[in-house]
């Protein structure tokens, strides 16, 4: 891309370390590939080294699929060439078997490839599989996580008491879980149980496009360390993946999460063969609820952030080319006879949809909080992909219009 029509924004130097976590762990950014390559001329017994072993962070990514793989290689790219990160790149990988008989992380060792989850890809042969979760995170300080958000519960259970102390979160996770005290979401399940810091990357970000360097924007959402923001920046960005900081962490992750159930009233749309301004029609309704959702359930999510690319991009690139409308399609154009279990077995061989669950759990937290009226699009998602309406409900259900008498004061949630 010509620096003209996509400038990368300078971003100002971190120039301050404000805690902990900066204190042993980071260099400043602006002489970065100066002292990496004054560490290198040391270690190859040249020169003086500037950036010392105990100051360096150290990245692990727990999750290996499709995109998983994708944030590996856009990782692995930075912390090789960026002094304060050791370059070696930890991921677990939820171990399984090929049809070769060969085991998945010895495989991506060997080839340095993951063939299973995004094959014909490169990762960086800075990036080590493992397949030892434990053995995975104990030496990181700086955990991404970026698996289906259904495992997420489990391996916050494994990782209890196994995290170092101090360490700093990111999660890349699309999707939420219902408790009995209501909804939470993957960023606050890490943080509770962790007892970590945990911001959130989203974007549009259809991982297989990334892998082939094409253009996109992400956002980082945090909660108040805009240090802590930059430092996640600098990890991730490269010329083909420009990511933003916002101070808005339930935001950008309802967004990520919430336009999964759009897109699948896209596929819905789509599997009717009904035109693209219905399809339009489903997105900015989708939309609406998305905003109305986030602010009735979180009042500091802020109106700015559904313009971000985790936002309307996201809803847009999923809605266009993502893997809950193509399946959501099918299902539409099977006429809700083969389940979404079944469909996503087949075509996505082994990688996982989130919205279906997704819907699942939106429409349990409307159903218990007495709003299932002031959704009608994301309730009547659930009721088709769970076959208690047939797909063409989609676009005949009251014509999504919320009834605001339902509950008090909700018309505000809507309004723009
Ligand atoms: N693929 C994409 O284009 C994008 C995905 N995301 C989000 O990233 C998250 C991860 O998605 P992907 O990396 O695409 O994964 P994926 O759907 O490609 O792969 C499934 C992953 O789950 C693992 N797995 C299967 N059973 C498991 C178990 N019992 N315990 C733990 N792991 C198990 C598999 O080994 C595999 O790594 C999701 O929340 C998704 O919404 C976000 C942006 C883009
Ligand atoms: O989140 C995504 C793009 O940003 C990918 O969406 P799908 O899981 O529908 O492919």
């Known amino acids: 891309f ?10 100002p130097a ?33 020169g003086g080294d500037v950036s010392s072993a105990a100051q360096k962070s150290r990245v692990t990514i727990i999750g290996s699929g499709n995109w998983g793989s994708v944030a590996s290689k856009l990782i692995a790219s930075n912390t090789i ?35 299973k989850y995004l094959p014909g ?5 800075n990036v080590v599989a493992d397949p030892d979760l434990e053995n995975a995170v ?5 955990l991404v996580f970026v698996t289906p958000h259904q495992f997420m519960e489990g391996i916050c259970k494994r990782l209890v008491g196994k995290v170092k102390e101090g360490s700093q979160a990111i999660s890349l996770i699309k999707g939420m879980e219902v408790k009995m005290e209501g909804p939470c979401m993957i960023s606050s ?14 974007g549009a970000n259809i991982a297989n496009e990334i892998a082939v360097e094409k253009f996109s924007e992400a956002t980082v959402g945090y909660r108040e360390n805009r240090e802590i923001a930059e430092k996640w920046v600098q990890l991730f960005n490269t010329p083909y993946f420009m990511v933003t900081a ?97 469909l996503e077995a087949e075509m996505l061989q082994g990688q996982k949809l989130q919205g279906v669950s997704t819907a699942r759990e939106v429409y349990e937290v409307l159903s218990n909080r ?15 992909s769970s076959g208690r309406l047939p797909p063409s409900a989609i676009v005949e259900y009251g014509e999504h219009k919320p009834n605001f008498s339902a509950v008090e004061g909700a018309a505000q949630y809507f309004s723009s």
Not at 370 to 382: D, I, M, Q, S, Y
Request: proline share 3%; net charge neutral; hydrophobic share 45%.
């Open 2 to 11: 010509s620096s003209t029509l996509f400038p990368v924004p300078k971003r």
């Open 14 to 46: 971190i120039v301050s370390a404000v805690a902990s976590f900066f204190s042993t762990t980071m260099a400043p950014s602006a002489p970065e590939n100066a002292s990496h390559n004054a560490a290198l001329l040391s270690s190859s017994g040249v």
């Open 121 to 125: 890809i490169k990762l960086g042969k």
């Open 81 to 115: 060439k960026l002094a304060s990160f050791h370059d070696e790149v930890r991921m677990w990988v939820f171990e399984e078997k090929l049809p070769s008989g060969e085991k998945l992380t010895e495989v991506i060792n060997r080839t340095n490839e993951n063939v």
């Open 370 to 384: 007495g709003w299932l009226e002031l959704f009608p699009l994301f309730a009547a998602v659930h009721e088709i």
């Open 246 to 342: 916002v101070q808005d962490v339930e935001g950008v992750e309802l967004c990520g999460t919430l336009k999964n159930v759009v897109a699948l009233a896209a596929g819905f749309v789509d599997g009717l063969e009904m035109g693209n301004n219905t399809k339009a029609a489903i997105m900015r309704i989708g939309l609406r609820e998305m905003r109305a959702f986030s602010k009735i359930l979180f009042p500091t999510v802020k109106d700015n952030t559904f313009f971000e690319s985790c936002g309307v991009a996201d809803l847009i690139t999923t809605c266009l080319g993502g893997r809950n409308r193509r399946v959501a399609e099918a299902f539409a154009k099977s006429g809700g006879k083969r389940s979404f279990d079944e």
């Open 138 to 142: 104990r030496d990181a300080n700086m």
């Open 189 to 202: 399940l890490i943080s509770e149980q962790l007892g970590v810091n945990c911001c959130v990357l989203m």
